[in-house]
């Protein structure tokens, strides 16, 4: 799941602080409280005919120094509408050419609910409870990385799929990828 | 949207709270903080094609005394599964013997967006920000109306549709009533 | 229901025809036989953030001279893939300068079963019983009304569910617009 | 897919051929003109909160003598709704115990195109180009295999998804299978 940075610039004080940021302090007692609203977002190239050819993957280093591989992924905030915490995620991660198409409908392909325990569903995320609506995002124009993201690749279903790159997946983001191709009927033979 | 009882038993003390369950305070707190996670179930009556054949309301009083009908909705709390959420919504709302038949998939047919101020969405909640995902859910069994719950209805898609009827509705959920036939097909000619 | 035009060209020989294409004797005789693959799109123009903000209708004239507002629609061929019957379809009738976004998904968001005889669904077409994939498509380009269709006119979810504009549509086109209207969270109070 | 049986009944003649019903001849002719509108159930055991535990799969001989699983597929016929060849195709190869829920909406989780060419799409059959839209189906009673099956079996996901089982199956059920599970969130770590 994305780290999101709840603080973009660090000379960001809290007096102009925009509704819906939270200050640390408050981020850790909410999130032992209830489950946060996230959005995860998979990144795609599609065809004419909207068949999808390729999935995007961010790449960055954990803080242990390992190499993973991301779906775009971030909180919904206060008064913020799901498609425009979409909008706002995928630009924080890709950049402002990234053009992309958010979904005229908010019906999620599936809501992934991360657990901060192991074992209650197929996603993990040990800082808190989020429940995650997950969308495919077509994606038209140049996507560059942003923040502390090293890369992004586009892959393709059979490239993404590989036990080599679904092993650089955190948290059953790898699950997540796999359910985003079933959906769109592009899961490979594995 | 349903009135949720946060504490059942005004015995139930601090020590003995499930995890999940938040006082007054921490309630009032969070809800200023960032969205809530919600559920809402449209209780269904099917035949053996599993047509809709009838539409569940509840029928409360609201503080100022008018009377208003409403579908099954609540919050899911810390360390809860969406499904055991609508689980226990239900069964809170309309008693143990309901049967409902929860949903295999979580995938929502809709997702409905509560702010505390109207215009934004179709839907409204002075309390907070809620962010709702709405589940059609076949009940079986036999429903009695339970807690603040005056009366459980079944009607016709072509009842449920009246004006008269949706003006009782509240916070959009006559909308979401509409969304959940039109998923269905069963959105009666207006 | 569009009426798709099976000879685009009156000079079409058998012999050029494509795979897919029936004579009329062939088409009259399968009709009777099953029901027919469809698909029916919903174009709409949608904002930055995927929020629909117009939905495209096709004015014609029926046989008996009346004006009718119509959605895309249309046959699925033998050895013809669903989205690709799609594309077809909306290029035929928006032209070739509309660039839709055919979903990534094969999902539809309903399936509008079109029978001979009223009634048995919210759909109706004397020719023949159709099941038909239903799927909104959101066109960025311009949109010029191709065959016999004489005008496309975007119009909002307010203007497009007007009594006035509802009665101009056929066969439960009405009904499945509403649906549309629902599924992407903008069905107007009605 | 199914073997459809269009004769149950080797004595059924053609004055009593109920509306639907087609002769050999009459099939073999439309199979080379058009695509079959079938459906595909994936039988499933959930639990109280509608997790599922449980697929069930077909056990037949294939005309060579291989032994192949199977969803349950077939044929919807003229003048028939999607939710009663559903329900029909499961009484048929499950028996009249089974009392399965059919789905409240007519939203199937995903469309399967079988073509008689292998590598246009997942799916293949050779008979005939079919649109097949697939719905998961929770089954509450007894099952018994009808017809040429020779078993009916309940098996987690996790067993359903060995190599072993999955290669039992045909003409791509195998990734059907792996789709209705990613959709119902309980796609094995493979």
Request: hydrophobic fraction near 30%.
């Given at each position: 799941m994305t780290e999101t940075a709840?603080?973009?610039?660090?000379?960001?004080?809290d007096k102009t602080r925009p509704v819906g940021w939270l200050t640390p302090t408050q981020m850790d007692e909410v999130r032992g409280l209830m489950p946060l609203v996230y959005v995860d977002a998979v990144p795609v190239r599609v065809d004419e005919s909207g068949d999808v050819v390729q999935i995007g993957l961010l790449l960055r280093a954990t803080e242990s120094g390992h190499m993973m591989r991301a779906l775009v992924s971030g909180r919904v905030m206060y008064h913020e509408r799901v498609r425009d915490a979409l909008l706002r995620h995928i630009e924080k991660d890709l950049?402002?050419?990234?053009?992309p198409s958010i979904p005229a409908s908010p019906q999620p392909f599936t809501v992934a609910e991360y657990f901060p325990?192991?074992?209650?569903?197929?996603y993990v995320d040990e800082r808190h409870h989020a429940v995650s609506l997950a969308y495919i995002v077509p994606v038209r124009g140049d996507c560059s990385p942003q923040q502390n993201n090293l890369e992004f690749t586009w892959l393709t279903p059979e490239e993404a799929c590989t036990p080599q790159n679904l092993a650089q997946?955190?948290?059953?983001q790898d699950v997540l990828l796999k359910q985003a191709l079933a959906h769109v009927g592009r899961l490979p033979d594995m």
């Open positions: 709840e603080f973009p610039d660090p000379d960001f004080g950049g402002p050419m990234a053009l325990t192991p074992g209650v569903t197929s997946m955190q948290g059953g």
